[in-house]
């Protein structure tokens, strides 16, 4: 058994490391993709990935899963609103990589993670541990000195992790599991993603007239958003969520690296000192969260204990 646990845990952490590197190298491939405006990016996002998750929700049998969701008229309400959220962050995402703002994304992902405790605390009623708390005003230190370095707010990066974190806060409320979730989301996005296409989209909106390579990274939307969904989903069913939490720091991190060292974005002494209070912000967290993972652990196998102590009392 235990050796099953260890062999499922090393694919989870592979499936996670892969998905989180997907995720980090995206704008490599948005950047390819220039020639079109980033809405009808987001267009062929959507369009491509509802026929690739038809493919995949058929070939898990999902099918199920997916009619109970369409039957429940709160689960839709609130699928339909994550799915503008959604539509929405994946829009400014590619606005930014596009625009060269890769720094303000990869910021916008660093503070995810915070942004979610905070507004665990805001909507849920989540009670902060002392060190959540620290992390969180490190946080905003950080983006204050960015705020009074260039006497504007980084909007980008605050939308991207805000709207992420509401998401994210919505998928929690409705038990929809991620795959027939996400293709609900973008069904009801696909209307609007082929209004798009026949009133306004460009001269690449016709596939007839493209390069077979042009067409060829455009059809590899669908690919780009499953892909590493499908390693998340595969990482969060074989390991630990406190593992994941570590590991989701991959994608940020080769955001930051493109950023500077393959498309020469300007890190400035603000914006460096920001990303430090961050970082320093995110170690507070992390150690946090281990620090709480192993209280947990210890608490668990003392209940195991005394309920094993019980069990062989009463038997004796």
């Not at 839709?76 to 829009?91: E, K, R, Y």
């Amino acid at each position: 058994m235990r050796v099953q646990q260890a062999s499922a845990a090393q694919v989870g952490i592979m499936c996670a490391i892969a998905a989180y590197t997907m995720w980090g190298i995206a704008p490599i491939y948005f950047k390819q993709l220039t020639v079109l405006p980033a809405a009808e990016i987001l267009m062929h996002r959507v369009i491509w990935s509802v026929l690739v998750l038809v493919g995949l929700i058929a070939g898990l049998k999902q099918w199920a899963k997916v009619a109970a969701a369409l039957r429940n008229k709160k689960v839709m309400q609130v699928l339909f609103v994550a799915g503008i959220l959604l539509g929405a962050n994946w829009l400014l995402f590619i606005w930014a990589v596009n625009n060269d703002h890769i720094l303000d994304a990869s910021l916008g992902y660093y503070i995810n993670p915070l942004i979610n405790v905070f507004l665990g605390r805001l909507f849920l009623g989540e009670r902060l541990r002392t060190f959540q708390r620290v992390a969180v005003v490190l946080a905003i230190v950080g983006v204050a000195i960015l705020i009074f370095s260039y006497g504007r707010v980084p909007w980008i990066a605050l939308i991207l992790a805000g709207s992420f974190s509401i998401y994210g806060i919505l998928r929690k409320q409705v038990a929809v599991d991620s795959l027939p979730g996400l293709f609900i989301e973008t069904l009801m996005l696909s209307p609007l993603a082929i209004g798009y296409w026949l009133l306004f989209g460009s001269e690449y909106s016709n596939l007839f007239n493209n390069d077979a390579s042009l067409n060829m990274l455009i059809l590899a939307a669908g690919v780009v958003t499953t892909a590493p969904l499908l390693c998340f989903t595969a990482a969060a069913r074989r390991i630990m969520y406190s593992t994941l939490g570590f590991l989701q720091y991959i994608g940020p991190t080769l955001m930051f690296v493109l950023a500077v060292y393959l498309y020469d974005e300007p890190l400035d002494e603000a914006r460096l000192i920001t990303f430090g209070f961050v970082w320093l912000a995110l170690a507070v967290f992390s150690v946090d969260s281990l620090i709480a993972y192993k209280k947990q652990r210890k608490a668990l196998r003392a209940s195991v204990q005394a309920a094993k102590s019980i069990s062989e009392t009463q038997t004796s």
